[in-house]
């Protein structure tokens, strides 16, 4: 079945440092999402992608979709404690006939 | 998110119990969904339903089974609850397969 790998696990930066997480699916995504969870929390929707090489921009947060529709990344600049908490991304396959496959996300920690 | 509510939101019980864990949701959504989180392994798909008729298994659905009684309520039975399904359990909806989910407030389950 499909597979969505996402790296780091955890990422402890300093607060107004950048952070990045990655995402790669094992199968070619019709679409996909980004939620936040924080701590203590349930997802929230972030934002989708559906084009191939689509960028999308939310204040700090920087969404990329790869050419190949099958790798994303989210990056956040300038981090404030705000950021904390998990980054998931989730990937849609068949017209989303099967639902969405998630990653296992990544934990974004901040020092002050 | 308020528009759908997860009953109870806590719940310890013993090996071997028949639990039931409930969502509702007034977001007029076809699509519900069920996931479980465990620390470290993300969210895993469990079982999720189209409309009041369908009902498809998740990437794991053994020892579990669900009940669409309506649009608006999606159920989640645990037949003979054992230890390994303590986790925190979310149910989603969405409007379409495309479209982004909406998550309930979590389900903590403790199985002793």
């Known amino acids: 079945g499909q597979q969505v790998m996402q790296i780091p696990q955890y990422q402890h930066v300093q607060e107004g440092e950048d952070f990045t997480t990655y995402c790669n699916s094992s199968?070619?995504?019709?679409?996909i999402q980004w939620y936040k969870q924080r701590p203590g929390g349930h997802p929230v929707f972030l934002i989708q992608?559906?084009?191939?090489?689509e960028v999308k921009k939310q204040k700090r947060l920087t969404f990329q979709f790869g050419e190949a529709k099958k790798n994303s990344s989210l990056h956040i600049t300038a981090t404030q404690t705000t950021d904390v908490g998990t980054y998931f991304c989730?990937?849609?396959?068949?017209?989303?006939?099967?639902?969405?496959?998630f990653g296992k996300g990544t934990h974004l920690i901040i020092q002050p | 998110d308020a528009d759908v509510t997860q009953t109870p939101r806590n719940r310890i019980t013993k090996t071997g119990k028949r639990i039931m864990l409930e969502c509702s949701q007034t977001?007029?959504?076809?699509?519900m969904y069920w996931y479980r989180q465990d620390p470290g392994l993300g969210l895993r798909l469990i079982y999720y339903?189209?409309?009041?008729?369908?009902?498809n298994k998740g990437e794991i659905s053994d020892g579990y089974s669900v009940s669409r009684q309506a649009q608006a309520k999606f159920s989640l039975s645990l037949e003979s609850a054992i230890p390994n399904q303590t986790a925190l359990y979310f149910c989603?909806?969405?409007?379409?397969?495309?479209?982004?989910?909406?998550f309930g407030p979590g389900t903590r389950l403790t199985v002793l």
């Open positions: 989603a909806t969405s409007y379409g397969g495309l479209e982004e989910q909406f």
């Open positions: 199968t070619t995504l019709s679409n």
């Open positions: 992608l559906v084009k191939s090489g």
């Open positions: 989730a990937g849609l396959n068949k017209g989303g006939a099967d639902g969405l496959t």
């Open positions: 977001k007029g959504h076809d699509r």
């Open positions: 339903s189209f409309d009041v008729k369908d009902i």
